[in-house]
């Protein structure tokens, strides 16, 4: 089997892909420079290959996967708020529009000579939102760590009106886009991770549970 590396400390993106396989998490801080000059989606495949290419100098032989997600609402750029006020002025900013969410992913494996970028887009559109609910939601600071301040996956669901495209690359990671880039590229498919996952479950299952239920059945027979 594949080492796999995830180079990204988000929660997001660790649940995501731990629902297909183990791997480990290598990270390597950069600095994330947001130019409004630069297109979206070649600015978050830029701060995705930076976050990779480090990891993946140092550990040539395995696949490493980093990801970077940005908003982007006429054409202005939105990362992570610094703080309460910033994500104030983005979710408001947001209210009642449609933006874009774009996730770009880097596929390294060096020892091959492979370094792979590529991205998605989705878009969102919000509610027209009063100013209680949006100071009722900055309340939960679910907002914090999050591009455009805030998450789809969790109470920021009750901001969203509509969504187009991949629910996964708004959260922060397309990953069945990126199983078709792992299958085209080293023949590595998810599906056949979780498949003989569950293979081995039931494995499990029968040596060390379906035996003592058959002793114990047994037992109470004899006696």
């Known amino acids: ?8 400390n ?3 993106r660790r649940e995501i892909l731990g629902e297909f396989i183990d791997f480990e998490i290598i990270t390597r801080e950069i600095n994330e420079i947001k130019d409004d000059n630069f297109s979206p989606w070649a600015t978050v495949m830029g701060l995705a290959f930076g976050k990779g290419i480090e990891v993946a100098k140092e550990n040539e032989n395995s696949i490493v996967l980093s990801a970077d997600t940005l908003v982007e609402l006429d054409g202005k750029l939105m990362g992570k708020p610094k703080n309460r006020d910033e994500a104030r002025e983005m979710i408001k900013s947001l209210s009642g529009k449609v933006h874009n969410v774009y996730t770009a992913y880097a596929i390294f494996k060096l020892s091959q000579g492979i370094k792979y970028v590529d991205y998605e887009k989705s878009s ?7 100013h209680e609910e949006i100071e009722n939601y900055l309340d939960t600071l679910e907002y914090e760590d999050k591009a455009g301040a805030y998450g ?12 187009r495209g991949d629910f996964f690359n708004i959260v922060g ?3 069945g886009k990126i199983n078709r880039d792992l299958i085209r590229l080293f023949d590595f498919n998810l599906w056949q991770e979780v498949i003989g996952g569950l293979d081995e479950r039931e494995r499990f299952w029968k040596i ?6 058959r002793g ?3 037992s109470r027979e004899t006696n």
């Open 1 to 8: 089997m594949e080492k796999i590396i995830l180079a990204s």
């Open 10 to 12: 988000s929660p997001r």
């Open 124 to 130: 969102v559109k919000f509610y027209d939102l009063s």
């Open 152 to 163: 789809i996956q969790g109470k920021g669901a009750l901001l969203v009106e509509e969504i």
């Open 173 to 175: 990671l397309p990953i």
């Open 208 to 213: 060390h549970y379906k035996g003592n239920a």
């Open 216 to 218: 114990r059945k047994a």
